[in-house]
């Protein structure tokens, strides 16, 4: 096998982009492009936030939005007959695939496959086992290309009404990456899959300077999206107990969802409308400046009904590099990143009352606020510096790449 690093742009395939909760996959998409790495990126749904993060100005890579619906037969009638000329591996694609492959994902792979063949993509990347990979699979086998996918957590675990096929999706990829070992456990234990690798996500450490925790800081943040998964219910709980126990409590939630109306009713359920706010979604830099006011980072995450959890929150990462101590419970693979008492406070998840003591116990200790967070930083440095982690995928890409043409040729 040739040693020289394959040519062509990488196509990263994406259900929806921009979207505001995925900083991970932009910090990606920036360290392989600062490494020279060509990328194409492929939108398959619209885009329905309003608010997003300000460093997606810094991404250089052409945007292409794949259409989902067509206005009627004549322009699906004419992709058609692009497709029969220019790929002429689409039809015995189909025959393989279309069990497990939606109308919708079908006429979107084959627009797919088309400008990827025109652009030279070497090779198409999908974030989440569903709907992106789903159609970069179909994509790929069409254009006579590979493709791989990143398995997060949700994609893993939750009760899809529809199945996903993820078994199929980690049998034929040339590769799949997750986030934990934890998942990959998980993987190859349920579903047998032998090609999988974990590669943590990584910041851009140069966007994260630390800074020591400062004594005088009193205030709890919590970060993320208001769904059941992120255990914010359970915060408000554990914040009314420790209110309840004459501690004065101050704590900020940021963030936009579902669960706002809850999470509202619950604080004045619980007499803290003048303790707990929430702010609503903000942008990285304003969360980053909000992080070096705080005492302490609340994560309480939890098992959602619907089987939906975390698998490593960036926000974690986030504050830690910062030197902000965090609070976090042990869903999925947090246990990796958060080691109790060393690089952060771990609890049972659910449990309120174990998380208002490990809030207490990082408020009063101003020394063990300290060692949290140089040992915190230091693993962040060691492990999730998104430069390391992105040259690891794009080692993948490039051995994926040059096992197929080695095949081909054979």
């Given at each position: 096998?040739?040693?020289?690093?394959?040519?062509?742009?990488?196509?990263?395939?994406?259900?929806?982009?921009?979207?505001?909760?995925?900083?991970?996959?932009?910090?990606?998409?920036?360290?392989?492009?600062?490494?020279?790495?060509?990328?194409e990126i492929f939108a398959l749904r619209s885009?329905?936030?309003?608010?997003?993060?300000?460093?997606?100005?810094?991404?250089?890579?052409?945007?292409?939005?794949?259409?989902d619906r067509f206005s009627g037969p004549e322009?699906?009638?004419?992709?058609?007959?692009?497709?029969?000329?220019?790929?002429?591996?689409?039809?015995?694609?189909?025959?393989?695939?279309?069990?497990?492959?939606?109308?919708?994902?079908?006429?979107?792979?084959?627009?797919?496959?088309?400008?990827?063949?025109?652009?030279?993509?070497?090779?198409?990347?999908?974030?989440?086992?569903?709907?992106?990979?789903?159609?970069?699979?179909?994509?790929?086998?069409?254009?006579?290309?590979?493709?791989?996918?990143?398995?997060?957590?949700?994609?893993?675990?939750?009760?899809?009404?529809?199945?996903?096929?993820?078994?199929?999706?980690?049998?034929?990829?040339?590769?799949?990456?997750?986030?934990?070992?934890?998942?990959?456990?998980?993987?190859?234990?349920?579903?047998?899959?032998?090609?999988?690798?974990?590669?943590?996500?990584?910041?851009?450490?140069?966007?994260?300077?630390?800074?020591?925790?400062?004594?005088?800081?009193?205030?709890?943040?919590?970060?993320?999206?208001?769904?059941?998964?992120?255990?914010?219910?359970?915060?408000?709980?554990?914040?009314?107990?420790?209110?309840?126990?004459?501690?004065?409590?101050?704590?900020?939630?940021?963030?936009?969802?579902?669960?706002?109306?809850?999470?509202?009713?619950?604080?004045?359920?619980?007499?803290?409308?003048?303790?707990?706010?929430?702010?609503?979604?903000?942008?990285?830099?304003?969360?980053?400046?909000?992080?070096?006011?705080?005492?302490?980072?609340?994560?309480?995450?939890?098992?959602?009904?619907?089987?939906?959890?975390?698998?490593?929150?960036?926000?974690?990462?986030?504050?830690?590099?910062?030197?902000?101590?965090?609070?976090?419970?042990?869903?999925?693979?947090?246990?990796?990143?958060?080691?109790?008492?060393d690089t952060g406070l771990l609890v049972a998840?659910?449990?309120?009352?174990?998380?208002?003591?490990?809030?207490?116990?990082?408020?009063?200790?101003?020394?063990?606020?300290?060692?949290?967070?140089?040992?915190?930083?230091?693993?962040?440095?060691?492990?999730?510096?998104?430069?390391?982690?992105?040259?690891?995928?794009?080692?993948?890409?490039?051995?994926?790449?040059?096992?197929?043409?080695?095949?081909?040729?054979?």
């Amino acid at each position: 096998m040739s040693l020289s690093s394959p040519s062509g742009p990488i196509g990263y395939v994406l259900k929806r982009y921009p979207r505001f909760s995925e900083t991970f996959v932009v910090n990606e998409i920036l360290a392989h492009e600062a490494a020279g790495q060509p990328i194409e990126i492929f939108a398959l749904r619209s885009v329905e936030e309003t608010h997003f993060q300000d460093l997606l100005g810094r991404v250089r890579a052409p945007v292409t939005r794949i259409p989902d619906r067509f206005s009627g037969p004549e322009p699906f009638w004419t992709r058609l007959a692009e497709v029969r000329d220019e790929l002429p591996a689409a039809w015995e694609t189909l025959a393989r695939m279309d069990a497990i492959a939606c109308g919708r994902n079908v006429a979107q792979a084959l627009e797919l496959a088309l400008q990827i063949r025109r652009r030279g993509v070497s090779h198409l990347h999908a974030h989440f086992g569903t709907v992106a990979t789903s159609v970069a699979r179909l994509a790929a086998a069409m254009a006579g290309i590979g493709y791989s996918f990143t398995a997060h957590a949700k994609d893993i675990y939750y009760d899809y009404d529809e199945p996903q096929h993820l078994d199929a999706k980690l049998q034929d990829a040339a590769f799949s990456v997750t986030v934990s070992d934890f998942n990959v456990a998980y993987l190859k234990d349920t579903f047998g899959a032998e090609r999988v690798s974990r590669i943590y996500n990584g910041l851009d450490l140069g966007h994260f300077a630390y800074q020591p925790p400062r004594a005088e800081a009193r205030e709890i943040i919590a970060v993320g999206r208001l769904v059941e998964k992120k255990g914010f219910h359970i915060l408000i709980e554990a914040l009314r107990l420790m209110a309840e126990g004459g501690r004065p409590v101050s704590c900020r939630i940021v963030g936009a969802g579902e669960e706002r109306e809850h999470l509202i009713s619950q604080i004045e359920d619980a007499g803290l409308p003048d303790r707990v706010t929430l702010d609503g979604p903000r942008p990285q830099s304003e969360v980053i400046e909000m992080m070096r006011q705080a005492a302490v980072l609340a994560c309480p995450c939890v098992v959602g009904s619907d089987g939906n959890r975390d698998g490593l929150p960036t926000v974690l990462l986030e504050a830690m590099a910062l030197g902000l101590p965090v609070v976090t419970t042990d869903v999925v693979g947090i246990p990796e990143l958060v080691r109790d008492g060393d690089t952060g406070l771990l609890v049972a998840e659910g449990d309120p009352q174990a998380l208002a003591e490990a809030l207490e116990r990082a408020l009063d200790d101003g020394d063990l606020r300290t060692g949290l967070s140089q040992r915190a930083r230091a693993l962040i440095e060691e492990e999730f510096d998104v430069q390391r982690s992105a040259a690891a995928l794009r080692a993948l890409f490039d051995q994926a790449i040059l096992e197929r043409a080695d095949r081909k040729a054979a």
